[in-house]
């Protein structure tokens, strides 16, 4: 049973290195943050989130696909995530409501990390905790840059 265990741990940790949002954590650092993150399982179609929701999570794909759309709008999804992606970052930084829908386009696991969860990682591992909020304000800055510059191509 224990090497179960270790198993399933070290190919959390695996799946977790593949995401950006950690690039720059040593593999020690992965383990760290594995405890603070919830192993969150979704059939095909199955809403992980909803528009207009309260945030609670960032998520990462460990495997599957996670489809994220505005529900009623339009039939076309704003994106498909695939293992290695993450989403739903904002929840760890604001209370605002969800922007979008999130729901599962296949069998999907996730590894959800959720606000109290990454307060309490900020506390007792302060350099994991800076170095995620970094990763997140890039990538936030990079969406930022290119929403700007999408709507200087269409005016």
């Known amino acids: 049973m224990f090497d179960f265990l270790r198993r399933q741990s070290s190919d959390t940790v695996l799946r977790l290195s593949e995401s950006s949002l950690f690039s720059g954590l040593a593999n020690s650092d992965l383990k760290t943050l594995e405890g603070f993150t919830h192993a969150r399982h979704y059939l095909p179609g199955e809403i992980i989130f909803d528009q207009g929701e309260e945030g609670q999570a ?40 969800r922007s979008a829908q999130a729901r599962a386009g296949a069998e999907t696991e996730l590894a959800a990390l959720f606000r109290g969860d990454f307060e309490r990682l900020m506390e007792s591992h302060a350099r994991i905790a800076s170095r995620i909020a970094l990763q997140l304000a890039r990538n936030l800055g990079q969406r930022l840059r290119n929403s700007v510059a999408s709507q200087i191509e269409s005016a």
Not at 60 to 76: D, F, N, T, Y
Not at 81 to 94: I, K, M, N, Q, V
């Open 58 to 97: 960032l998520y990462i794909v460990v495997s599957g696909q996670v489809i994220i759309c505005h529900p009623g709008k339009s039939e076309s999804p704003i994106a498909e995530l695939g293992p290695g992606s993450f989403f739903g970052e904002l929840a760890l930084l604001d209370d605002a409501p």
